[in-house]
């Protein structure tokens, strides 16, 4: 009797404990107020991503939801459903906070990374090369089922293609993300992909990314100014066909 | 008030037990049936219901032609025509062919011959009818074996179990093949007493092979029972301190001691599938080969299940508990808890009802083998609780029995502790069933109405509900029902008479969507616009239909749309279901707010 009065008491107030569309117009009201070009817009769970765009969408440029990582951004604004956090604001504290019936609206400042280069966004300067198919582009794909604006080489089986930035501007770090994109590939051919990244010649980075893999990153100590940098993705393995290899990097100061 | 209770309670406790059982049969059969009927009409037509229905009215048609002597009906030319062909899925041939048939003709008779409901919807009523019957019969079963009060409650449950309702609302197989399973297992139940039986053991079991492969472990179920049965009678026939050798021997002497025409009936049910599939009247074993390995060799598709997403196995073993502890109403599985711990008491204690043909054991085998298979990191997960559905009448029955009990023993307490007068027992048992029992279905019934139309996107409330299933990263859901919820808002973007189409990019509801305003949910105009990119890049209005591996289709349309953000987002209590994309031209247009539900 007590466990059928717990579900019908919890179950009646399922509907009820949701955020109403009031909660979120004025959780978004007070973003769009103090929002600034250049801050990020995070929403947590997940889960609630599409009604957080629904609302904010139109203060999300893609290049910001398709985002390498997070670093790049001084201020987050985060909206969250009960004590939810996003991966970007772990660890921070936030400078302000407000409630919106169970919608948490949060403000974080921190000092944001310095981008010397983008790599994705240089890729017209870039040399490509090696053994592809099709040709290497910037596209805005799924990696580990999250938006990635990257550069995508699809590799031959068992074959590597480079692409070649001659002159990029080095800061003191390199940091950049690979991962194979677009789920259906990755159920149909379960072979990894790679991604080496020399700098003037010398391996600096090696990552597999695997078909469950996501996103993945990598990272490495550099010397400010001028470098050849090479990313080479190969498809590993004879049966690696489709090996949607998307990757992006920063050069930061 | 209370002499009225009492009068009616006497009333009812002195109608005839048969009387009363068909009565309550007849009123299970209504409700169940009209309730479901009723509702199918907020459900949004599954993916695969628009083959089901459409190759239902091509068999239908085809027997219909058979029995009006129609010529060349049986030329092999026809039945491949009708139900084969070359291609894995031609003719829909990966599937046996009762439902689709069954379909079919409540299709012909209620939507084209009588014209009394739509054809979507006469196609549905068949499967109402079906869970209605399998609603119905564990009634039987439950009053038979236990008591009217556990048959009641656990039909109740059964009706009210919040995944079963939705899947009993579709043209699909998944309801039927429940009701299926539980006729073969009470059909062989009957036959234990009675040789006549294996006949209709034979009849049943068949036709539970052509509603769907899952029968396919019927003779698992009770080819462990029977084997149970003999070795108790085995036990009986051999002398006293006999040696398990012996004991074996005669095991296997009791194999026509306790009822061999069930082993001849399970045999020959093959025959009755070949009977009803014309299909199968040629190439017989190859085609029975086709069948079954194309379910053996199934395409894994993208899966959520605790925030991973599965599409290749190994998968977790665990699948099969996990979903059915967040799915299934707390009640049903607290219930079913208690219900066997009392089996089990009572098999020790040697008071196991109807003892001689084990009829705990045989439900309790009935889940463990539909379930089992899952336990098996190759068996595929992603039609969720829908592949083990046979398993939980059994959950359901065991509730029943706890509650029964449960009442017996409180109305038992208050008569000993002089609350009540002894000449009152019988009342305050009956009054004491009647609340628990009416608080437990009434919590079924609560899950089952929160539920509803997006059945396969709730969870229990030990889940959290959906928001709870969100964050337990569980699978939101699949076959695109949900679009069902935005024709409204889309319908508002339909081109006046005269004006160019605004094609809609409609995602996993595509198979269905042109299907919409024939039935008059969405105006003209509003055409699917294609697959995939092609697709997208041709539509006005994007739909994404969420599940985790769809997110790709988000991205796809930004790229193509210049933006992030939908027009209107269909959410079930605050989780997000459907995102409705506009083109730039559109979104002036826009109007409505995403209602919460």
Not at chain 2, 36 to 54: C, K, N, P, S
Not at chain 2, 188 to 207: D, H, T
Not at chain 2, 269 to 283: E, Y
Not at chain 2, 431 to 458: D, K, N, R, Y
Request: charged share 20%; net charge neutral.
């Amino acid at each position: 009797m007590a466990v059928a009065l717990w579900e019908m008491i919890v179950t009646a107030g399922i509907a009820a404990l949701a955020p109403t569309a009031e909660d979120w117009r004025a959780a978004a009201q007070t973003v769009r107020e103090q929002h600034r070009p250049g801050e990020l817009i995070v929403f947590a769970p997940d889960w609630i991503d599409p009604l957080g765009r629904q609302h904010l969408g139109d203060r999300m440029p893609i290049e910001m939801v398709a985002r390498m990582d997070a670093a790049r951004f001084g201020v987050i604004w985060e909206i969250a459903k009960d004590d939810a956090r996003s991966p970007e604001t772990a660890g921070l504290e936030p400078v302000h906070t407000e409630e919106h019936g169970p919608l948490t609206l949060r403000r974080y400042e921190r000092e944001p990374a310095e981008v010397v280069t983008d790599f994705t966004r240089h890729f017209g300067k870039a040399d490509v090369s090696g053994q592809q198919v099709g040709r290497a582009r910037v596209v805005l794909t799924e990696v580990g089922f999250e938006p990635h604006r990257c550069i995508q080489v699809v590799p031959r089986p068992d074959q590597s293609a480079q692409v070649r930035f001659t002159a990029a501007e080095l800061g003191s770090e390199l940091v950049g993300y690979v991962g194979l994109a677009d789920v259906f590939t990755r159920r149909d051919v379960r072979d990894p992909g790679r991604l080496t990244v020399t700098i003037d010649g010398k391996q600096v980075a090696e990552v597999t990314a695997g078909v469950d893999d996501g996103w993945v990153r990598f990272a490495a100590a550099t010397e400010p100014g001028p470098a050849e940098v090479e990313f080479t993705a190969t498809a590993v393995g004879a049966n690696a066909r489709d090996r949607r290899v998307c990757f992006a990097a920063e050069a930061r100061r | 008030m209370t002499d009225r209770l009492r009068q009616l309670a006497a009333w009812f406790r002195a109608l005839d037990r048969t009387v009363r059982r068909r009565v309550t049969a007849l009123v299970l059969a209504l409700v169940s049936a009209s309730s479901i009927f009723a509702t199918q009409h907020d459900v949004g037509i599954a993916r695969d219901e628009m083959v089901y229905i459409g190759y239902g009215k091509s068999y239908a048609r085809w027997w219909i032609d058979l029995v009006t002597f129609e010529d060349g009906v049986t030329s092999k030319k026809r039945i491949t025509d009708t139900f084969g062909g070359d291609a894995p899925t031609a003719g829909n041939r990966e599937h046996p062919p009762l439902m689709k048939t069954l379909l079919g003709l409540s299709r012909i008779l209620l939507a084209d011959k009588l014209e009394l409901t739509d054809p979507v919807s006469a196609s549905r009523a068949a499967t109402a009818l079906m869970y209605a019957a399998a609603v119905v019969m564990l009634f039987l079963f439950g009053t038979h074996v236990w008591s009217y009060g556990v048959g009641l409650l656990a039909a109740l449950l059964l009706l009210f179990l919040p995944r079963g309702y939705f899947h009993a609302q579709l043209a699909t197989f998944d309801a039927p093949v429940v009701t299926m399973w539980l006729a073969t297992l009470f059909a062989y139940y009957k036959a234990l007493g009675s040789k006549r039986w294996s006949i209709g053991l034979c009849i049943v079991f068949g036709l539970a092979l052509a509603t769907k492969h899952n029968a396919l472990m019927l003779p698992g179920v009770i080819g462990v029972h029977y084997a149970y049965l003999c070795w108790r009678k085995g036990g009986q026939l051999a002398a006293d301190g006999a040696g398990l050798g012996a004991r074996l021997g005669w095991t296997v002497r009791a194999i026509v001691h306790v009822q061999p025409w069930v082993i001849v009936a399970l045999a020959l049910g093959p025959l009755v599938l070949i009977a009803v599939w014309p299909w199968l009247w040629f190439d017989t074993v190859s085609h029975i080969r086709d069948w079954i390995g194309f379910h053996l060799d199934h395409v894994h598709y993208n899966f959520e299940y605790l925030g991973e997403n599965f599409n290749h196995p190994p998968f977790p073993w665990h699948v099969v508990f996990v979903t059915t502890l967040l799915t299934v109403p707390v009640v049903t599985l607290v219930g079913a808890v208690m219900g066997s711990v009392s089996l089990v008491k009572r098999a020790i204690e040697g008071t196991s009802v109807q003892a001689d043909r084990a009829p705990g054991l045989l439900m309790v085998l009935s889940a463990a083998v539909s379930m089992g298979v899952f336990l098996l990191p190759s068996t595929p997960i992603f039609g969720a609780e829908k592949h083990w559905a046979p398993a939980i009448p059994t959950l359901c029955l065991l509730t029943g029995i706890a509650v029964v009990q449960a009442s017996t023993r409180c109305s038992d307490l208050l008569t000993q502790m002089r609350w009540a007068p002894p000449s009152s027992a019988s009342f305050i048992r009956m009054g004491v069933a009647a609340a628990l029992g009416g608080m437990v279905v009434t919590a079924s019934l609560g899950e089952t109405v929160t539920a509803h139309p997006h059945g396969l996107s709730h969870y229990n409330a030990l889940a959290g509900g959906a928001p709870g299933g969100a964050d337990l990263g569980m699978n939101r859901q699949f076959w695109g029902t949900s679009a069902r919820g935005v024709l409204d808002f889309v319908g508002q973007f339909a081109p006046a008479k005269g004006e160019e189409p605004v094609p809609v990019y409609s995602h996993d509801a595509q198979p269905a969507w042109n299907k919409y305003p024939k039935l008059g949910l969405l105006p003209p105009g509003l055409p699917d616009a294609g697959r995939e990119t092609a697709g997208i890049a041709k539509s006005h209005i994007a739909l994404v239909i969420h599940e985790r591996h769809f997110n790709r289709h988000d991205y796809l349309i930004w790229d193509r749309y210049g933006t992030v953000q939908p027009s209107f987002v269909l959410t079930h209590h605050g989780v997000p279901l459907v995102s409705v994309y506009l083109r730039e031209n559109l979104r002036g247009k826009a109007e409505a707010e995403s209602p919460s539900e």
